[in-house]
Nanobody, 126 residues
Framework: QVRMVESGGGSVQAGDSVRLSCVAS????????LAWFRQSPGKEREFVAA????????YYGDSVKGRFTISRADARNTALLQMNALKPEDTAVYYC???????????????????WGQGTQVTVSS
């Protein structure tokens, strides 16, 4: 059974930086893409970032481009999300996901991922 556990969330001020980590266990994720999505109250789950199985390709949601960076570590079983220049609108629960999107367009779709973590809260105050 695959388990994905996020960590690193918390409460910060606008302009601060936070790094989220997601560790997958139960199987090797070296052949899987890893991604981050987020959801705030009353809104749909939003794509944040994704990284391909080999770490060579990254994808970002429009609202985070230039501020967030996704990467893989630890034999590719860990996903990292470096979030800089945080804004109050970045406040959300951040979810880690793992899967095998069929096409590039699928990297940004929640349906492209099979495994999900429980989420970690990030709150940005102005």
């Amino acid at each position: 059974q695959v388990r994905m556990v996020e960590s690193g969330g918390g409460s910060v001020q606008a302009g601060d930086s936070v790094r989220l980590s997601c560790v997958a266990s139960g199987r090797t994720m070296s052949a899987y893409a890893l991604a981050w999505f987020r959801q705030s109250p009353g809104k749909e789950r939003e794509f944040v970032a994704a990284v391909s199985w080999n770490g060579e390709h990254t994808y970002y949601g429009d609202s985070v481009k230039g501020r967030f960076t996704i990467s893989r570590a630890d034999a590719r079983n860990t996903a990292l999300l470096q979030m800089n220049a945080l804004k109050p609108e970045d406040t959300a629960v951040y979810y880690c996901a793992g899967g095998r999107p069929w096409a590039e367009s699928d990297f940004g779709r929640a349906g492209g991922y099979d495994y999900w973590g429980q989420g970690t809260q990030v709150t940005v105050s102005s």
